[in-house]
C-alpha cells in the first residue's frame, strides 16, 4: 500500500491478499500529514492519495516542487515530472517571446548589413547557404541560462535529449522540431530590439544566440551571435559543436518553442 509519510515520500507496502482470484493486490491508504513538509502538506490539501512515482522520486525534484508549491496542482493532473524534466525547467527561464509575421527570401550577405551593425562575420558567407529562404509566421522565445554552458549542453536540454548526443543529431532535432530560423528572421529580431521593442535580447554587451541552417548534412546547423555594445551591434557565426562555455549573462533565441515541455 501507499502511505503518505511525515517526510516527503509515499512509502509503498506490498500487503497478502488471501482472494485467490488476487494473490498479491496493491491497496492505498491515507495518513494525514501532521508534520509533513510543504510539498506534503500543499499536495494533501488538493487531494493527493497516491501518485504511482512519488516514492522514487529523487531529492532534487522533491526540492524542486517544496520551492514551486504552485505547480503541484499540474503534477497531480499529469504526475509528478522525471528528475529530467525539473533539470530543464531549472535550466531556464523565459525572458520574452516575439511573433514575427511571414518573412520573404534574401541573399546571406545583405544578412546583419544594416547600419547599425559596426561588425559581421564573413563566415556567414562561407558557412551559410548564399540565399536565406522565405519563411513562414512564427513565434521566437527568448530564455535566460541559469548556468554557464556550451552550446550543445543548451540544445541538449531543450530538446529532451541526452548531453552525449552528437552534434550533427542536436542539428538535424533542432531543424526537425522548427527551433532553427533563417538568418533574415534573426535580423528581424534585432531590428526589432534595436527600435525599442521588448524581446528580451541582451544589449548590454553580454550575446545573444540564434540556431540558423547551414544547407550542410554534416552540420545541419551554426550559432549566429550578436552583441550590442554602445549603440552598434556585432554579429559573428560559431559552431554548433564548439567547445566554448558561454555565459549565463547571454539569452538564446528558440522559433516555435513548446515551453510546456520544459516544464516552464
Not at 567547445?243 to 547571454?250: C, E, K, P, Q, T
Request: one cysteine or more; aromatic letters at 10%.
Amino acid at each position: 500500500m501507499f502511505i503518505i509519510h511525515s517526510r516527503s515520500a509515499l512509502i509503498p507496502l506490498r500487503t497478502q491478499d488471501f482472494n485467490s482470484r488476487h494473490p498479491a493486490r496493491v491497496t492505498l491508504r491515507k495518513e494525514t500529514p501532521m508534520s509533513g513538509t510543504p510539498l506534503i502538506k500543499r499536495a494533501y490539501n488538493l487531494g493527493l492519495k497516491a501518485v504511482p512515482n512519488f516514492e522514487t522520486l529523487p531529492d532534487d525534484v522533491i526540492a524542486y516542487y517544496e520551492q514551486h508549491l504552485d505547480q503541484i496542482p499540474r503534477a497531480l493532473a499529469r504526475g509528478f515530472v522525471p528528475a529530467e524534466e525539473v533539470k530543464q525547467a531549472s535550466f531556464f527561464s523565459i525572458i520574452a517571446s516575439t511573433a514575427l509575421g511571414a518573412v520573404a527570401g534574401k541573399p546571406t550577405k545583405k544578412c546583419f548589413a544594416g547600419s547599425y551593425y559596426a561588425y559581421r562575420d564573413t563566415d556567414f558567407d562561407r558557412w551559410l547557404p548564399a540565399d536565406q529562404l522565405q519563411a513562414t509566421p512564427c513565434e521566437i522565445t527568448t530564455l535566460a541560462s541559469a548556468k554557464d554552458a556550451t552550446f550543445a549542453q543548451w540544445v541538449s536540454t531543450i530538446l529532451g535529449v541526452s548531453a552525449s548526443t552528437p552534434t550533427k543529431t542536436l542539428g538535424s532535432l533542432l531543424i526537425e522540431r522548427s527551433h532553427a530560423m533563417t538568418l533574415v528572421q534573426a535580423d528581424n529580431v534585432v531590428g526589432r530590439t534595436e527600435n525599442g521593442e521588448a524581446t528580451g535580447m541582451q544589449t548590454n554587451g553580454y550575446a545573444n544566440f540564434f540556431f540558423v541552417e547551414t544547407g550542410n548534412e554534416d552540420d545541419p546547423v551554426s550559432v549566429a551571435r550578436v552583441r550590442r555594445y554602445a549603440s552598434r551591434w556585432n554579429a559573428y557565426v560559431d559552431g554548433l559543436g564548439d567547445v566554448i562555455r558561454w555565459s549565463a549573462g547571454g539569452r538564446i533565441l528558440v522559433r516555435n518553442l513548446d515551453a510546456s515541455k520544459l516544464g516552464l
